[in-house]
Structures are given as structure tokens and as C-alpha cells.
């Protein structure tokens, strides 16, 4: 499936109040939110999306917040940290900048800068100094240009054995490029621009307990349904058996389990979200799955209102 997967397309996180994590990604991080909708399973739960200017893949961080949730706790067989591309140079900038939200962590890893932060469930982020990444910044939310977030950098697996897992991604076209401290670095060599994840390997670690802060999925890019069908076909001649494509609105998605317990999902870059707003007014209004769409008045009254929700 070399050349299919063109890196990541979104990371799905479990949050708990609403109007907390929207005003981290959207002031913070400066993230625009792309899309103000409901989860299609639990429609009295939000599905928030952040991102760039479109919400293009491989720059969507994604929200289910549960108002009551309590915090999860970091261990083994999921997405441990969450990492955003940032300019060189910008990381004094960043942590001025996030220094009164919490505690921040410089560090050197793997030949880059990077800046450790928390997020308001206590979500795992980081942000990294990546050079030459030519991906568009949205600044409509008062990042300057200079230091604004470009999209993922990476995710990091924590997992009891991670070879398994380096075996699936070099399946998806990835490549082992790099290690340090018990962390393989598996990349693409060509893609969307958010091209890396990180294994590290961690056969101490207690399984993570999922809940607000936890990373629910990852979820890879592909162009399109017919790129996806092939996808699918070759996980299961590998073994791995994913769901038939499901449609998401914003794009079409299989799911599978990845061999150390994360959710992987493959979603396509199409049709994106203008699909039912303009580019200009994205996620300023409330928009819900069409067999949802009779609760709209019992929505709008149980849902927590958000900032920028008409
Ligand atoms: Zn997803």
C-alpha cells in the first residue's frame, strides 16, 4: 500500500468540558474550528474539529467532550502524545505564550526542538520545531504567521512491543527512520506533511484507561474511497480486518485495530468540510448528522454553548 497513505488525516481525543477544550485549540493553539457537530452515535455529545483554514488532513485535532468525564491515565496500547508542527525559531514565542495555561517542558529529541504542554484534560501535546514544513498556518484566531501551528507533526504509540506495530506502518508505506530512548520514529517520505509516528515501546507500562485527555483514535489519510477500497484489501490479506467504509459526512472511514491496541482508522480526503458550509463561516454554526437532525431543539438546549456557535 506504498504510495497510498499519504500520512496523518486527524487524531480523535476524549475531552471533558467543551467550551474548555474549544477555547485551548482555538485561542492557545490558535486552531480554527472547522466543524461544530455531534458525535453520529451519541448525538447529545459534541464532535468538535480544529485545524488549519479548510481543516485540510493531517492538521484536524478532534474533540468528544463528555461534560463529566473523568481524566485518563497514560499507559500502553494507545496515542500518547499529540505533536504539532511549528517554524523554527518559534518555541520561545510558544512557551511565552503558554507559560500561564501550565507547566511547559523544553527538550531536544530525536535532532528537534520541541516544547511539551498539557492540555486542559491534561492531554499530552507537544509542539515541534519542523524545518521547511510549506503547509499553509490559519492566523484568523491571532497566531502570527511567524510562529502559527502548520499542522501535525507526529503521533507517539506507546505499546508493550512495538515491532508489530513498526510491521503494520512499514504495510502503509512508512519507514523506520530513527531512534532514541526506547522511540522508533517511522516515517513516510512523501505526503501531506504530518508524516511521522513515533513507537515507543514501554513493556512495563500498565494499559492507558481511556477517558477525558486519552486519545480515542488515529485516523490515516488516503485520497479518496476507491484508494481506500485497496487499502482495505490488502489490511485483510495482512490479517487485519477493518469495518466497510462508513460515511462520516466530512469523509468516508474504515476502522481496525492496530497489534498493540490502537484504533487506527483510514479516512478519505474527500469530500472534506465546505461540504455543507463556505470556507468563510466554517464551524460557526451547529451542524448535525441528517438522522439527527429532528433533536435539533433538545440539542440546543442540553449541548454546553461554545464560543463562535451561532
Ligand atoms: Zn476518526
Known amino acids: ?133 510549506a503547509r499553509l498556518p490559519w492566523t484568523g484566531n491571532g497566531v502570527a504567521e511567524d510562529i502559527a501551528v502548520r499542522g501535525f507533526h507526529s503521533v507517539t504509540l506507546t505499546l508493550r512491543e512495538a515491532r508489530s506495530t513498526a510491521e503494520l506502518l512499514e504495510l502503509m508505506g512508512y519507514e523506520e527512520a530513527g531512534r532514541e530512548g526506547g522511540v522508533t520514529r517511522m516515517r513516510l517520505a512523501a505526503g501531506n506533511g504530518a508524516q511521522v509516528v513515533d513507537l515507543h515501546e514501554d513493556p512495563a507500562a500498565r494499559p492507558a484507561v481511556q477517558s477525558a485527555g486519552s486519545v480515542h483514535h488515529v485516523a490515516f489519510s488516503v485520497a479518496d474511497r476507491a484508494t481506500q477500497a485497496e487499502v482495505r484489501r490488502e489490511l485483510a490479506q495482512a490479517g487485519f480486518q477493518a469495518t466497510p467504509s462508513i460515511d462520516r459526512d466530512y469523509f468516508w472511514a474504515i476502522y481496525f485495530r492496530s497489534p498493540g491496541g490502537v484504533l487506527f482508522e483510514v479516512a478519505t480526503d474527500e469530500p472534506g468540510f465546505t461540504r455543507d458550509e463556505s470556507a468563510e463561516t466554517l464551524g460557526t454554526s451547529l451542524k448535525l448528522p441528517r438522522q439527527h437532525a429532528h433533536l435539533r431543539d433538545q440539542l440546543v438546549r442540553h449541548l454546553e454553548p461554545i464560543e463562535g456557535v451561532a
Do not use: C
Not at 464532535?47 to 493531517?58: A, N, Q, S, T, V
Not at 500502553?76 to 511549528?86: H, K, M, Q, R, W
Not at 530525536?110 to 524545518?131: F, K, M, T, Y
Open 1 to 133: 500500500m506504498t504510495d497510498k497513505i499519504n500520512g496523518l488525516h486527524h487524531v480523535t481525543m476524549l475531552a471533558s468540558r467543551a467550551s474548555a477544550n474549544n477555547a485551548f485549540y482555538t485561542q492557545a493553539l490558535g486552531l480554527r474550528r472547522v466543524k461544530t457537530t455531534v458525535n453520529f452515535d451519541a448525538p447529545d455529545v459534541y464532535h468538535l474539529y480544529f485545524g488549519d483554514e479548510l481543516g485540510r488532513p493531517g492538521s484536524v485535532m478532534t474533540s468528544f467532550p463528555f461534560p463529566n468525564a473523568a481524566r485518563g491515565r497514560r499507559g500502553t496500547g494507545e496515542a500518547s502524545l499529540t505533536a504539532f508542527a511549528v517554524p523554527v525559531g518559534s518555541l520561545g514565542a510558544w512557551e511565552d505564550r503558554l507559560a500561564p495555561l501550565g507547566p511547559t517542558t523544553r527538550e531536544t529529541f530525536l535532532g528537534e526542538e520541541r516544547l511539551l504542554v498539557e492540555g486542559p484534560d491534561g492531554e499530552s501535546l507537544a509542539l515541534v520545531e519542523a524545518p521547511g514544513d
